[in-house]
């Protein structure tokens, strides 16, 4: 961790000099005289890092203070695990190989550990390590040992070559004899861990061994002129408003010793610049002298011909050695930090490069991975052409179509040449594919045997059978819905109709208006509805000139025109059962403003205007107390009201509040998933129909 300002010249005694001529020695002992010279003149010399224009210091200005704090641990081998544990894994089939790639998510590792965004750039060393131990495949097969993979680690231990300049050895990748495939490897992201493995089998999922460095901290706060760490004293020197004056060890990495200020009102204040500069001791500066003059001599012989080789370079050196004790002392610098605002404390934080290992056994499921799947789109590597292959990694569609080639469903993929878009149909059975004469409107399979089909984007709509590709339901209608699981509503130019699960027709495509609600299809012209069963019967008969919403708990809200004597109109509401049989008599109640059933529950109002709850018996069970009632949740078995104190709440079937909304009402989304039905209130407050409060989201406003 310590910085020592040891020179090549320093270790000269200790290795073997490489020059061969007298050019190459003179070049060799040169250089080393040129690296003394430039480090005792950089002792001299102070690196700044100056802020931009300053302003006033607003403490209400966010901008001056920093959102997260250096000083804060690492996270612990919990919050780590469970770092890893969601990272995604992907598979990409490039025949006859699986490119594997994780995302690492450096940055929000970064976080994680306490430490700036250029951590990993400055210590490589220090990322974590992604070993695979085992790769499952969706056949079921397993492999453990010896994995073929292609990864950089790989790439690099068979490619490296090593060469020496002036004297100095270095090594590096010969790309040039990378093939194709390591070329893609070596080139990959240095966001993500990517291999290649050499089959092409489908994967499931894959195990890694992961191996992280955690950096260790030691925190120190400033409560005198000095501190004393295992590196080095660190002294303050002053404090003045906004700058810390402090002299500091010299570490190996910068960021191995930071520093935050914090002002009055606790906050971390922003780090606006520094400047610092190095500074040798007087013996050190004697010891660097002392190695100039033994060069300097050296240079000497080798121009009068008394040093003619490495070998008597290398014995005059040991022969006029130098005391090097000084030179594994601690280097300090002198810096001068400045802050957004005055300073109140300052906090340093050290760390320790000797970090704890940790190490992860963790098993990812490839991003998709379906072992009911059969089918894969693979892509050629030689010819880069796309087609299908099996769970055994084989050919079942020769690679024939081009980069856009995708899968839609099971049956059906699509790709496109320039401007024109193509789909193919995919028999399993036979392992045949064919082009075909319409494009998939949507992928889902409804019924287990057909999908929707187009002419032509936003043209008319029909239905094609997945057994055969063929067309069973012709393009013409501009909706095809299927519903309750029995039923295909049909919508032409405005008008509507239904036909059974068999095409049969149920009701011609004739109705202004059609809703189907469960077994029964509510459909109407002009102002009358009607209610049918599933086998098409009219069982309301033109009864009923209102109906609203479909049978909720067995009964179906319907309301009937009734003129006085006097020419007035009113419409009086019942709830019927499916056997068109009035169960409810609301008005020989005094029930007003009915609403649908939900969860064996209906809102009602009386004369006064006060609303409340009635059960499918038409029995009062919540009193007549809310300005407002709106339907129960059918998840949640909770009801919005509106209280007489203009206050919004959650009640539960027996009428108890269970929780207070606040503010305004704005707007109710009632979704059928657990938890999905949105209520938004004022101020940007949302909460499910548990009154649970969610984060904002405005796609919920839309």
Known sequence: MKKYLILLSLSLSLQTVTAQTKQELLHQVDKDINSIKALLNLSGMRIEITPGEQKDFDPKDGFNFEQSSMAQAPADREKLQEFFSRLRVHTKLLYPYNIISIGKKKFDLLKLIGKDNFYFSHQPDKEPVFTPTQITFLDGTKISNNLPVVSKESIAEKHTKTEKEDGETYSYVEEEELDELEKMIWKSSSFDETIALKT???????????????????????????????????????IAGTQVYCTIPDM??????????????????????????????????????????????????INKGNIKSDSDLEAYLKAHPVNTDEATKQAYKSSVYTFSGPVSKVVFILTDSISKKESFELTFDTYGADVNQEEFVATDFENQKNGLINKAGKW????????????????????????????????????????????????????????????????????????SGKIILPMEYDNVRFKSNKFWQLEKEDQKGVLDQNFKTLMPVAYSRLNIEGDYIIAGENDKSDVYNA?????????????????????????????????????????????????????????????????????????????????T????????????????????????????????????????????????????????????????????RSFNEYGEELEYNSNDYW
């Open 252 to 301: 190996e990495q910068d960021d191995d010793l930071q520093i935050e200020a914090y002002y009055k009102n606790g906050k971390i204040l922003r780090q606006k610049g520094s400047s610092s500069n190095t500074f040798i001791s007087d013996n050190k500066k004697q010891m660097y002298q002392q190695w100039l003059s033994t060069l300097e001599q050296a240079k000497k012989d």
């Open 535 to 615: 086998r098409g019967k009219n069982i309301t008969q033109g009864k009923y000139d209102n109906i609203k919403g479909g049978f909720n708990d067995g009964l179906l809200l319907v309301g009937k025109r009734h003129t006085s004597k006097e020419g007035n109109t009113n419409t009086q509401y019942y709830y019927i059962d499916t056997l068109c049989q009035v169960k409810i008599d609301l008005a020989a109640k005094g029930y007003k403003d009915p609403e649908a059933f939900s969860a064996g529950m209906a809102s009602v109002k009386n004369d006064e205007g006060n609303y409340g709850y009635i059960n």
């Open 396 to 467: 079942i569609v020769p690679a024939q179509f081009n980069a856009y080639f995708r899968p839609l469903n099971r049956y059906y993929y699509w790709d496109q040449f320039d401007e024109t878009e193509n789909t193919y149909y995919y028999n399993p059975s036979t392992q045949a594919i064919q082009k075909v004469d319409y494009k998939i409107n949507d992928p889902e399979i409804y019924d287990n045997k057909y999908v929707k089909i187009t002419p032509r984007t936003n043209g008319p709509k029909g239905l094609a059978d997945i057994r």
């Open 200 to 238: 092409a089998k489908p994967i499931k999922s894959i195990s890694y061994r992961i191996e992280l460095p955690v950096p260790t901290k030691t925190i120190y706060e400033v409560k005198g002129k000095t501190i004393n760490t295992p590196y080095g004293i660190i002294t303050i020197d002053t």
């Open 617 to 684: 018996k038409g029995t009062l069970v919540i009193p007549f107390q809310y300005q407002y009632a709106w339907y129960f949740y059918p998840t949640s078995k909770l009801a919005r009201v509106k209280l007489k104190d203009n206050t919004y709440a959650l009640i539960d079937k027996s009428g108890n509040i269970v929780k207070k909304l606040p503010g305004s009402f704005v707007e109710s989304k009632l979704r059928d998933a657990d938890r999905a039905s949105r209520i938004l209130m004022e101020d940007r």
